[in-house]
């Protein structure tokens, strides 16, 4: 997700977000990569038919949904809420 965040930096990430409100286009994510499970940090770019597309910022370099696909809410771990540069 360079240049917006940074190895290091410390991020306050609420899971009950989606109760809240909504997610909408833009919204900083952190969700399950669906191949391996490992945690991905990502920024929804569209939101069609209850799946989400999740890109990184570093479009060049990035593994998100233009690689896997769209993924479901069950795959959103947490909304990203507050950074903290490391």
Do not use: T, W
């Not at 833009?26 to 597309?53: C, E, M, N, T, W």
């Amino acid at each position: 997700m360079l240049p917006s965040f940074r190895e290091g930096d410390y991020l306050l990430v609420c899971n009950i977000a989606y109760l809240l409100s909504s997610l909408k286009k833009g919204d900083v994510v952190i969700a399950r990569h669906p191949s391996d499970k490992q945690l991905i940090l990502k920024r929804i770019l569209k939101i069609k038919d209850k799946k989400y597309f999740l890109a990184g910022d570093n479009q060049k370099d990035s593994s998100d949904s233009k690689n896997f696909g769209k993924v479901n809410r069950k795959s959103l771990v947490g909304k990203v809420f507050f950074k903290i540069s490391g």
